[in-house]
Every structure is written in C-alpha cells, then in structure tokens.
Nanobody, 120 residues
Framework: QVQLVESGGGLVQAGGSLRLSCAAS????????MGWFRQAPGKQRDLVAV???????NYADSVKGRFTISRDNAKNTVYLQMNSLKPEDTAVYYC??????????????WGQGTQVTVSS
C-alpha cells in the first residue's frame, strides 16, 4: 500500500503564491510519475501538471508560466510552486502518483486533496 500526504494549501490573495507538497510512502519500487490535478465545485478533475521519472513535465495551458512542478526523487516528494495566483485557480488540489510496487505492477494513487482558495 502507498500513501500520499499533501500539504501547503490555504487562502491567498490574487497575485500571491503558494507551494504544495506531496510525499509518497509505503511499498515503493519506483515512481513513474507524480502530478497534480484540481477540481473546482461542479467541475471535473483536471490535470494541472505532471513530472515523470526522467524529469519531463507537462502543464495545463492555464497555468503555464505561473506554476512550476518539481520532484525530489530521494524523498519521493513532488512540489507545485504556484505564483501569480488567480481566483480561477481556486479548487481542491489532488496529488497523483503512478507507483511501481514491484518490477511489473504499477498502480495509480491519490492524495486526500488540499484546498486552495484565491480571493480577488
């Protein structure tokens, strides 16, 4: 079993910054990718950013140039630095990890979610 524990959400004014963290623990052979999704009330859960084991990244168009995803492989931790926040960034942010628990088994895991609220 693998657990993802998120931290760093909160309330911030528009234009401000927040940094989210997500640490994975448990039976981990390798982590193929780690990423962040978000879900606003009444909307679907959408990808924000993802970083793969080799370091390649992808971002949603709406956050490019404002958010930066990074990863500490030694700590099995992923970070999301969010700058120039806008009210439309308000959502519950979920950490996701594709984890190899053995050489052949890969499973998707989710964190519990952390609320980010941006006031105008």
């Amino acid at each position: 079993q693998v657990q993802l524990v998120e931290s760093g959400g909160g309330l911030v004014q528009a234009g401000g910054s927040l940094r989210l963290s997500c640490a994975a623990s448990g039976i981990i052979f390798n982590i193929k990718s780690m990423g962040w999704f978000r879900q606003a009330p009444g909307k679907q859960r959408d990808l924000v950013a993802v970083i793969r084991s080799g370091g390649s990244t992808n971002y949603a168009d709406s956050v490019k140039g404002r958010f930066t995803i990074s990863r500490d492989n030694a700590k099995n931790t992923v970070y999301l630095q969010m700058n120039s926040l806008k009210p439309e960034d308000t959502a519950v942010y979920y950490c996701n990890a594709e984890v190899m628990t053995s050489r052949v088994v890969a499973t998707d895991y989710w964190g519990q979610g952390t609320q980010v609220t941006v006031s105008s």
